[in-house]
């Protein structure tokens, strides 16, 4: 039964043959080996055939989904086991199909048998697999062997290489015999760590090569397990006068049995480093197009060619310096912990490379719906943008899970030597916010500062316009230059430089950019987003406003920008010359910190001593129940109306009995001589339902002012009760806000709370503040920020 394609299987069932019978032996393992947990199990059977082993295990006490890729082996197995209860019988092509049918939280026990050596690629089957085991779950996967299947028949059997492969990165492998059957039970990750190695030292002065760089209809990568045991692209030497690209076709055809025309293989980039001290240069060939069957045509060099996801490449094992290298020039980012290497990048005139799996497809319409469903794209040309745009290729190092999820999830593509995230592609629902807020015409040409290139091509497919995309980070460049290459419309520009200077002159439309947008959190307003947005044109950005962060929609007249909207949000911080660390006060041994976002550092001469003392309690009397995001409004409003305001921090656990404020979460908060006070909300009745929950806004304090600094926060509190609360989270009133430019003197702003910043000066008028509060407490401190900080 050499079978390769699904009618001769089908046929097979329909002439009502089968399988070997399962076996005692094999029932015995399977019972005492991988036992069905306390209350129950789930399990799925890969090429369950005509269902004997998924009943089995359904009468053993498993709920069990059965799947195969033929009609007539789903069929027959329904019929002749109508009577079994637990089993779901599934037709599905693990390799090929969209595997939404498959249990979403997982199995206890996953098994294959006599199935696995007619997986074409084997490798990504089993990783797949095994990211859908629950802990402590199993892989069992039962298969002839070489030693003792005839030898006309061994096509169907592993030798004891494939059997090695089968388990790597597997924490623990265990081999047992059923009858002549290898019984393999694999427990853990299927997951182990990717490195580049070299191949041993050869001779001569210099190596040249090619390696060609295909995928298939999935957009999934080539790649062959070589007898030296690690992975390789096709690829090898020049011959005679032969150029890179007709040496990588070459070598394509001879390796694999596929075949390209040369005039499909693009030479993208080219890299030179060494090998054992020996300079090595390796041409890059993106082949866009090919046919053919994948053969393993050069047995003696390699076990076997598959492709392979994207996203699992970090965790392959040992993979082929210059094949690891060439995979990231085309994919930046999805191999980690790369050596060195010089890379010229080749402008070749290249089509975009089409090809996604069929659950890529349902997930993009699932995420899109989610945030359709949430209100945050009400236009069409957004809907259409999040249903098209293939969001999974401008992130390939996640899985179709993670790129595609709908809720507040971003994925992080780089972070930087402390593990903090400088780089993502934001969650889906905050890009369609920001692209709403742009309210772009057809054929409008935008401004992007932070590059990625995902939310570009959003942008440009929703206005069917142009984007120009800047960013400083040169990976993060050459990242999105290679994503927009492989999947890109060709409507976007990225461009290394330093986005606060806003874009080239060159590439700035006459008139200024229809509308601006800025996927990076900022501290200040850049004078060139204002002065390269034209009239009534949008500046979409995240701004930081005593700490707090809000993506702001800004409606340019003349020098001033007006805001027409607010929206929660978070993102990476800024990297470029608007960058800046805010002053930080220490406390308590580093256990506590006072946060000063938008000014210097107040004088906190005597805090030290008087956090050891006394701590006051003042109530507000003002409540919330649970599933109210009531913080966020209170906290903007007291950052913009409080002078000597600033954030307490707390670092360590020793201070939470101090402050009553979690680890690593802080409070606003304000100080005066030698005192200090803060807001935090306190639970004053709880429920065993949700609903019926309650919090208390309650001002502590410390210190000889400290009673007063209280009472000017409960104030604070009961304005924002009385003006700005709503009970609906997005009901919140929000100011009018004014950005006028740096240098505008008192008498020319208007009336409002002024928040000074180094270019810009930001004005607030919330509902109420015509209300007078408690005066300030005196402190030798200026407010104003200083120059340079």
């Known amino acids: 039964m050499t079978y390769t394609e699904r009618d001769e299987w089908d046929r097979h069932y329909r002439d009502g043959k089968g399988w070997r019978r399962l076996g005692k032996r094999e029932q015995h393992l399977l019972a005492e080996h991988v036992p069905v947990p306390e209350g129950g199990g789930r399990a799925l059977d890969v090429g369950c055939g005509i269902g004997e082993l998924a009943t089995h295990l359904a009468d053993a006490g498993y ?20 009577g079994i209860e637990r089993v779901r019988w599934l037709q599905l092509d693990i390799e090929r199909d969209d595997p939404a049918p498959l249990h979403a939280e997982g199995y206890d026990l996953i098994t294959m048998r006599l199935a696995y050596p007619f997986l074409r690629d084997r490798g990504r089957i089993v990783h797949g697999l095994g990211e ?66 070299e191949k041993r030292q050869t001779t001569g002065h210099a190596l ?36 890179f690209a007709a ?17 499909d293989a693009h030479v993208v980039t080219m890299l030179v480093d060494d090998s054992h001290g020996i300079p090595r240069l390796t041409a890059v060939v993106r082949i866009t197009t090919w046919t053919g069957t994948l053969t393993t045509a050069e047995a003696d060099k390699f076990d076997r060619w598959e492709f392979l996801d ?53 997930l993009r319409e699932e995420m899109a719906q989610t945030v359709i469903d949430g209100g945050w794209a009400p236009a069409e040309p957004v809907r259409d943008a999040l249903r098209t745009v293939p969001r999974h290729r401008f992130a390939p190092e996640a899985n179709l899970a993670a790129a595609y999820d709908g809720g507040d999830r971003a ?61 400083i980070d040169p990976w993060v460049v050459r990242r999105t230059r290679a994503f927009l290459t492989e999947a890109g419309s060709g409507r976007v520009t990225a461009v290394e430089a330093d986005a606060a200077l806003g874009a080239p002159a060159h590439l700035v439309p006459r008139g200024g950019f229809d ?7 900022c501290w200040d307003i850049s004078p060139s987003w204002r002065d390269q947005l034209a009239e009534g044109g949008r500046l979409v950005m995240p701004l930081e406003m005593g700490g707090y962060t809000r993506a702001i929609e800004f409606e340019r007249r003349g020098e001033v920008l007006h805001a027409r909207r607010f929206t929660y949000c978070g993102f990476v911080r800024d990297q470029g010359r608007q960058a800046r660390p805010s002053p930080i006060v220490p406390l308590r041994d580093g256990a506590l910190a006072l946060c000063f976002d938008d000014g210097p550092a107040a004088d906190t001469q005597g805090l030290e001593e008087v956090l050891r003392g006394r701590r006051h309690e003042v109530a507000t009397g003002v409540t919330m129940r649970a599933g109210n995001s009531y913080f966020g409004s209170l906290q903007l409003f007291a950052a913009t109306t409080l002078s000597g305001f600033c954030r307490l921090a ?38 065993e339902r949700r609903e019926d929950q309650e919090w208390e806004w309650f001002a502590y304090s410390f210190g000889e002012q400290g009673s007063e600094l209280a009472e000017r926060l409960v104030a604070t509190v009961l304005a924002w009760d009385r003006h700005i609360r709503a009970e609906a989270n997005d009901e919140h009133a929000d100011p009018v806000l004014a950005v006028h430019p740096a240098g505008t003197p008192d008498d020319a702003l208007p009336a409002g709370d002024v928040l000074d910043k180094l270019n810009c000066r930001l004005v607030f008028r919330w509902p109420g503040r015509d209300a007078v509060l408690p005066g300030s407490v005196e402190r030798p401190v200026a407010d104003a920020v200083a120059e340079g900080v």
């Open 515 to 521: 509308g601006s947008v800025v996927t990076y959190n």
């Open 208 to 243: 040249t090569g090619a390696l060609a760089v295909v995928t298939d209809d999935a957009g999934r990568v080539l790649l062959g397990r070589s007898r030296l045991g690690m992975l390789e692209l096709p690829g090898g030497k020049t011959t005679g006068p032969e150029d």
């Open 132 to 197: 859908r085991l629950r802990d402590g779950g199993a892989l069992v996967v039962i298969t002839p062997t070489v030693e003792n299947t005839p030898s006309e028949r061994r096509d169907i059997a592993l030798d004891k290489d494939e059997i090695t492969l089968l388990g790597a990165g597997w924490k623990t492998v265990e081999r047992l015999d059923a009858d002549g059957l290898a019984f393999l039970v694999l427990h853990g990750p299927c997951h182990l760590d990717t490195q580049a190695v």
């Open 411 to 471: 994925v992080i593509t780089r972070r930087d030597e402390t593990g903090r995230a400088i780089s993502s592609v934001s969650a889906a629902w905050l890009q369609a916010d920001m692209m709403e807020s742009l309210r772009l015409r057809p054929g409008a040409i935008v401004f992007e500062a932070g590059s990625g290139g995902y939310n570009a091509e959003l942008i440009a497919h929703a206005a069917d316009g142009r984007v120009v995309s800047v960013d």
């Open 310 to 362: 994207l996203h699992a490449l970090a965790c392959v094992g040992d993979i082929f310096v210059p094949a690891a290298l060439a995979i990231d020039s085309v994919w930046p980012g999805v191999i980690p912990d790369l050596p060195p290497v010089v890379s010229y990048p080749l402008a070749a005139d290249r089509p975009p490379v089409p090809g996604e799996p069929k659950e890529a497809v349902r």
């Open 650 to 687: 707390v670092h360590q656990e020793s201070a939470e009995a101090v402050t009553g404020i979690a680890k690593d979460r802080d409070a606003p908060a304000i100080i005066g001589d030698a005192s200090l006070a803060y807001l935090t909300y306190v639970q004053t009745k709880d429920s």
């Open 63 to 82: 709920t069990v989904d059965a799947v195969d890729f033929t009609d007539s082996a789903i069929a027959r197995a329904r019929e002749e086991h109508a």
């Open 247 to 263: 040496a990588a076709v070459r070598e394509l055809a001879e390796e694999t049995g596929l075949v390209a025309d040369p005039s």
